[in-house]
Nanobody, 121 residues
């Protein structure tokens, strides 16, 4: 059974940094694409970043390019989202998702429960 658990969210001041983790259980990351999404109150879910595990190719939403970095540790079955220069508009619940494919993914099949990120002074 594919399970994903996010961690690393919290409260941070504008300009600060956080690193989110997405840890997989029930499967290895090989051949998967892992995506990060976020959803703010009253807004639609937004794709943030995606990584294709096999070749390491990555993609980012324009709103986070140059500030966020996605990476993976296959041995730990974990994908990270390093978030720097955080802004109040980055405040949202962040979710990771997995699919047996390459980025971009039309529809992710498995989702985590989410972790709250709040950027506020």
């Amino acid at each position: 059974q594919v399970q994903l658990v996010e961690s690393g969210g919290g409260l941070v001041q504008p300009g600060g940094s956080l690193r989110l983790s997405c840890t997989a259980s029930g499967f290895t990351l090989d051949n998967f694409a892992i995506g990060w999404f976020r959803q703010a109150p009253g807004q639609e879910r937004e794709g943030v970043s995606c990584i294709s595990i096999n070749d390491g190719s990555t993609s980012y939403a324009d709103s986070v390019k140059g500030r966020f970095t996605i990476s993976r540790d296959n041995a730990k079955k974990t994908v990270y989202l390093q978030m720097n220069s955080l802004k109040p508009e980055d405040t949202a619940v962040y979710y990771c998702a997995a699919d047996l494919s390459y980025c971009p993914v039309r529809r992710f099949g498995s989702w985590g429960q989410g972790t709250q990120v709040t950027v506020s002074s």
